[in-house]
């Protein structure tokens, strides 16, 4: 049983800054590319970050510079900082993994059941 859990959601003023975590838990063998997607009322769920093993990283235009995605590879556990937050951030987001469960050597890529990130004043 394999399973990602996020937390750091709530309210936020614009401008303010929250820090979303993402652990990977249950029999896995390895982790690779773990990332963060963002789901608005209405729209489609779209990319924010991805960071793979090694440590690079990929941000989608609308956070660079803003948001920073890390992890700790030895906690199965990814981060996303989230400075200079604005109202067309707030969205559910969403952890998502690339992972080996110990159980068979096979890619799976699992997903969380988020976090609600809003942004008002």
């Known amino acids: 049983q394999v399973q990602l859990v996020e937390s750091g959601g709530g309210l936020v003023q614009p401008g303010g800054s929250l820090r979303l975590s993402c652990v990977a838990s249950?029999?896995?063998?390895?982790?690779?590319?773990m990332g963060w997607y963002r789901q608005a009322p209405g729209k489609e769920r779209e990319l924010v970050a991805t960071i793979v093993g090694g440590g690079s990283t990929n941000y989608a235009d609308s956070v660079k510079g803003r948001f920073t995605i890390s992890r700790d590879n030895a906690k199965n556990t990814a981060y996303l900082q989230m400075n200079s937050l604005k109202p067309e951030d707030t969205a559910v987001y969403y952890c998502?993994?690339?992972?080996?469960?110990?159980?068979?050597?096979?890619?799976?890529?699992?997903w969380g059941r988020g976090t609600q990130v809003t942004v008002s004043s």
């Open positions: 249950g029999s896995i063998f390895t982790v690779n590319r």
């Open positions: 998502n993994a690339d992972l080996l469960r110990t159980s068979d050597p096979v890619w799976y890529d699992y």
